[in-house]
């Protein structure tokens, strides 16, 4: 039984490397790219290590393109501000429906379980002419406000409340804390790796969108980097060493808040699993 646990163990170990590998490779690629020249990476040859190690390409990004700055800059605050309100409101309903009674409680759970299995595609038309009465076309609250609620993390933050210990509430209750209070001084601050791990998954779908920046954002410098990078793709050419190197620079700060939240992730994964 042991030897069998044992070789197990070992394939397990076998099929995860490689999986690691797979998965590596073709960023590894893009990284060195970055760093090639664009005859290079046009001839097709699959090297990992560049013949003639240039910068240009970083330089060409940075400097040359005047909008680049302006593109990451709406990414930032598109991704930062949208993140920050799902945390705050998925939080806050998630609560009222593992915590508050109230008419039609049972109504409501059911209805945001209905949301999640609709296709985001099938809004994709209603939400725009809504934008477009409203004037929020191009505009960073055309972005953020019709994504600024997520029933799929709704729903996991009502697991994770419905879990939360009532001694605590009680406790704040008992010292002056009202609902609200209780909310924000209590339990929020003990809800950090349900958040965290919400956080990324929510920061990581505002950062990578590119449908909804591209029927929304008409002017080059309301883009975001996803819509921006594709400009760098031509009817005939298609520049593939700056796509590389602006790709580089566009996963740097997912990288950044993951090893931020990092400690936190996987209890707030595991966590809502088990429920």
């Known amino acids: 039984m042991q030897k069998k646990k044992s070789w197990a163990k070992k394939l397990l170990y076998v099929v995860l490397i490689t999986y690691a590998l797979i998965t590596l490779v073709p960023f590894v690629w893009a990284l060195s790219s970055s760093f090639k020249t664009f005859a290079e990476i046009s001839s097709g040859v699959m090297n990992f290590i560049p013949k003639e190690f240039t910068f240009e390409n970083y330089k060409q990004i940075f400097i040359e393109e005047d909008l680049f700055f302006r593109w990451l800059l709406n990414s930032v605050a598109i991704a930062g501000g949208g993140t920050a309100l799902n945390l705050l409101f998925n939080s806050m309903a998630g609560y009222a429906l593992a915590r508050i009674s109230f008419p039609g409680k049972r ?48 729903f996991m933050m009502r697991q994770f409340f419905i879990n939360f210990p009532k001694e605590l509430e009680e406790a704040a209750s008992l010292d002056g804390l009202g609902r609200f209070g209780m909310f924000l001084k209590v339990v929020l601050p003990l809800a950090k790796p349900a958040l965290a791990a919400q956080a990324i998954f929510v920061f990581m779908g505002f950062w990578n969108d590119f449908m909804r920046p591209l029927i929304i954002m008409t002017d080059a410098e309301m883009y975001t980097l996803t819509v921006g990078l594709n400009s760098f793709k031509g009817q005939y050419v298609t520049y593939w060493n700056y796509i590389m190197a602006a790709s580089m620079v566009f996963t740097l700060p997912v990288l950044v808040i993951y090893m931020f939240f990092n400690k936190f992730f996987m209890k707030g994964l595991s966590f809502t699993a088990d429920k």
């Open 107 to 154: 109504m409501w759970f059911m209805l945001i379980l209905a949301v999640i299995m609709i296709p985001v595609q099938v809004t994709m038309i209603p939400n725009y002419l809504i934008l477009k009465e409203l004037g929020w076309l191009n505009s960073y609250q055309g972005m953020i406000v019709p994504a600024m609620i997520n029933a799929t993390f709704i």
